[in-house]
T-cell receptor
Framework: GENVEQHPSTLSVQEGDSAVIKCTYS??????FPWYKQELGKRPQLIID?????GEKKDQRIAVTLNKTAKHFSLHITETQPEDSAVYFC????????????FGAGTRLFVKA | ETGVTQTPRHLVMGMTNKKSLKCEQH?????MYWYKQSAKKPLELMFV???????ENNSVPSRFSPECPNSSHLFLHLHTLQPEDSALYLC???????????????FGEGSRLTVL
């Protein structure tokens, strides 16, 4: 079946450093790639997304890049802060509704003050 | 109350019990989902109701039974569960508008289920 691989599973960085999380997907028909952040004990929330007709998207300290040929996409967080500590999930979807969304296993990010 | 609300937040049940999880969305969405979240595993789609259509993950055991009486409410009925079913069950909703759909899922805070 279709799947999304996410690496690393755990990432620890010093405050102010950058963090990069990488994902690969198998379904070549995927055209929508959201990233969700889940803080401890909280619900997952969308933080950024990218569509297949765009190679890069940025929102303040967060950016996502997409390489459709290689079928991989990445999340970049710059100038990390302690409040960035959370679990981050990448996902791939055919964009026709959330029920086609396949999630990665998540990356637990620790930002040390 | 806004967003997606789930009750109960915590549930402990024996293997012979029957219980239900409830989800309600106040976002005007027309699709609702149940996801299972286990430690160090991807979010696993269990069921989805979208525009009157039910899409079901074939690997979901029959001891889990969904019910969607309308576009705002979703239930997950639980019967004779196993200890390995212990997990966080997340409800989500989205707005499906065909090709224009964003695909964004709005999650509830989850129901933490423990099966003894």
């Amino acid at each position: 079946g279709e799947n999304v691989e996410q690496h690393p599973s755990t990432l620890s960085v010093q405050e102010g450093d950058s963090a990069v999380i990488k994902c690969t997907y198998s379904d070549s028909a995927s055209n929508y790639f959201p990233w969700y952040k889940q803080e401890l004990g909280k619900r997952p929330q969308l933080i950024i997304d990218i569509r297949s007709n765009v190679g890069e998207k940025k929102d303040q300290r967060i950016a996502v890049t997409l390489n459709k040929t290689a079928k991989h996409f990445s999340l970049h967080i710059t100038e990390t802060q302690p409040e960035d500590s959370a679990v981050y999930f990448c996902a791939a979807s055919r964009g026709t509704g959330g029920f086609k969304t396949i999630f990665g296993a998540g990356t637990r990010l620790f930002v040390k003050a | 109350e806004t967003g997606v609300t789930q009750t109960p937040r915590h549930l402990v049940m024996g293997m012979t019990n029957k219980k239900s999880l409830k989800c309600e969305q106040h976002l005007g969405h027309n699709a609702m989902y149940w996801y299972k979240q286990s430690a160090k595993k991807p979010l696993e789609l269990m069921f989805v109701y979208s525009l009157e259509e039910r899409v079901e993950n074939n690997s979901v055991p029959s001891r889990f039974s969904p019910e969607c009486p309308n576009s705002s409410h979703l239930f997950l009925h639980l019967h004779t569960l196993q200890p390995e079913d212990s997990a966080l069950y997340l409800c989500a909703s989205s707005r499906v508008q065909g090709a224009g759909d964003t695909g964004e899922l709005f999650f509830g805070e989850g129901s933490r289920l423990t099966v003894l």
